[in-house]
């Protein structure tokens, strides 16, 4: 079963991608459910939301479409006087703020990427000091709506968890984590629920996928106090990894049943 913050997550994840970044603006409930969510009471709802925005706001065609979406400035300009509250989020929504405001034409008239770029080192909070790596795990018990809210409210309290995603059709799961953060954390975490059980998938020499066992007797694992910090896209390490580890088939999500299942979801839930 849907809730919002699964919903924004994955549309946060889609929005990742460049190719679906057009197809979900264009979406006749999914921009208007982005714009409710920023009044949302959960802060990790509030902020995967501005995150998701800020990925969206990347592609030019999308800028004057969320201008003029009914609520998105004046939201954002309500989350912006929040700083004494939560400092992340006000942040943030001044980042989607302004790379709404700034003119369209900049990169046509002379000074192209400068702006772009300042704006896109404040979307990503804390995020300069270190750089990430990909796990892709096997999880035993991934084989129901359930236990994938379990296996996920089990990674967003292990700090220095980036993001995640979910193949459940093949019980897997693909982690971007710290660099320092140790594999068997997130193993430890998943254990804890008590239904699930985490192994790594690797490579071997000949190429063929492996599953490593993971300890998770000994590992101590940190818990976020807040919120997860995220990378920039130029950071990422899954362009370059193999195939046990990258990401498939989320341009046919956005295009297809799971936008349509996340819009249906949003319009149900807000009675639009």
Not at 41 to 57: E, G, H, M
Not at 232 to 238: A, I, K, R
Request: hydrophobic content about 40%.
């Amino acid at each position: 079963m849907m809730d919002a913050l699964s919903v924004v997550t994955q549309l946060r994840d889609l929005a990742s991608e460049p190719q679906n970044r057009e197809a979900i603006v264009q979406d006749q409930g999914c921009l208007p459910g982005l714009v409710l969510f920023l009044d949302h009471q959960d802060s990790q709802v509030l902020f995967s939301t501005l995150q998701a925005l800020r990925y969206l706001a990347e592609c030019p065609s999308n800028i004057e479409i969320m201008k003029h979406e009914l609520g998105m400035m004046v939201s954002l300009v309500h989350l912006m006087d929040q700083g004494e509250i939560n400092e992340e989020i006000s942040v943030l929504a001044k980042d989607v703020y302004d790379v709404l405001n700034s003119p369209v034409n900049n990169v046509a008239v002379g000074t192209p990427e400068a702006p772009r770029r300042k704006a896109k080192s404040q979307f990503f909070i804390n995020s300069s000091n270190k750089k990430a790596k990909s796990v892709t795990l096997h999880i035993q018990g991934l084989d129901n709506t359930d236990n994938r809210g379990l296996c996920e409210e089990a990674l967003l309290k292990v700090k220095g968890v980036i993001s995640f995603t979910f193949q459940m059709a093949l019980k897997r799961c693909t982690v971007r984590i710290r660099s320092d953060l140790a594999t068997e954390s997130l193993a430890s975490a998943i254990a804890a629920t008590k239904v699930l059980k985490a192994q790594q998938v690797v490579k071997n020499e000949t190429g063929e996928e492996v599953l490593i066992p993971l300890n998770t007797t000994d590992t101590e694992v940190q818990e976020n106090s807040n919120l997860p910090d995220y990378l920039p896209e130029d950071e990422s390490p899954e362009k370059e990894v193999g195939k046990a580890v990258s990401r498939t088939g989320a341009k046919q999500d956005a295009n297809g049943s799971w936008l349509n299942a996340a819009a249906s979801f949003l319009t149900k839930t807000f009675y639009w």
